[in-house]
């Protein structure tokens, strides 16, 4: 599978930093995704780079900017197949430490069985098990922040902060679907009612969300960038992403005794064929 052309920008860039977004390497059912790469001097990081549906062309789309035996880090902020299924490829065809919640570090081992199974070592010794409070990672000349974010929307969530690119990279959080590359800028009111069935299932309460935008305000940030949808750029829109936040009902704000009712409705069995 050849890469699309234009599933490669460059969206941040000075000398010996580049921040590239990979931003519609998804095929077939799956759900659009984007994977960044974050290339310092001799140090490069891989940030949830997915499954088996964007292992081989983001691979081919890397290689422009970073040989794939070169890659130095894989950034997993959390478990679900869109963000890190593809494990056992990476740790078998490069030399990469995995970066992850401690968490989540003892369940990726299911992941890795090409990996465990050809014994060529264990998957604790290539992996950096960040504690729940976040922490600082050595990069390049300086270092990345690797800040908490539980329950947006996992119990284990971690985002990344660039201070040198100034991006916070978000995972799930600012998710939307609306169709534009992170280096186009949109208006926060445009995009918002992208955002709002997405964040109201996935996030896990308005106040997780308060606690995480009292944390990350103080942060110089230029971009966010979500792993599905557009990046949010400029002061006015963060922070009027930052107000939405703060008043927006999700996750167990939402829930009544409706939702738990025992089921009545049938449920459909496809027809297997001989």
Not at 52 to 59: E, R
Not at 71 to 92: E, K, N, T, V
Not at 137 to 148: A, N
Request: aromatic letters at 8%; a negative charge.
């Amino acid at each position: 599978m050849d890469p699309k052309e234009n599933s490669a920008q460059i969206v941040f860039s000075r000398p010996g930093h580049k921040v590239i977004a990979f931003t519609d390497l998804v095929a077939g059912e799956g759900v659009q995704s984007n994977q960044f790469l974050i290339v310092s001097g001799q140090d490069s990081i891989l940030l949830d780079p997915g499954g088996d549906l964007t292992y081989i062309p983001l691979t081919m789309a890397m290689s422009r900017y970073l040989p794939g035996k070169s890659l130095g880090m894989i950034f997993a902020s959390h478990q679900d197949p869109d963000i890190i299924s593809a494990l056992g490829r990476w740790m078998m065809n490069t030399p990469a430490t995995v970066v992850t919640s401690r968490l989540w570090s003892r369940f990726l081992p299911h992941l890795v069985s090409q990996y465990v199974g050809k014994q060529v070592g264990k998957i604790s010794q290539r992996m950096i098990s960040v504690p729940d409070h976040g922490g600082r990672l050595p990069f390049g000349e300086g270092e990345l922040l690797v800040l908490p974010a539980h329950f947006m929307h996992s119990v284990g969530n971690l985002q990344i902060y660039d201070p040198q690119s100034k991006t916070l990279f978000s995972g799930d959080l600012g998710a939307s679907m609306v169709e534009a590359p992170p280096g186009q800028t949109m208006d926060f009111a445009d995009m918002k009612s992208h955002m709002q069935g997405f964040h109201r299932r996935y996030i896990g309460s308005r106040r997780i969300l308060e606690l995480w935008v009292n944390m990350v305000q103080v942060l110089d940030i230029e971009t966010i960038m979500p792993q599905h949808g557009p990046a949010i750029r400029g002061a006015d829109n963060i922070q009027a992403f930052f107000d939405w936040l703060r008043q927006e009902p999700c996750g167990i704000d939402l829930m009544g005794q409706e939702h738990y009712q025992v089921p009545q409705e049938k449920l459909s069995v496809p027809t297997t064929q001989a």
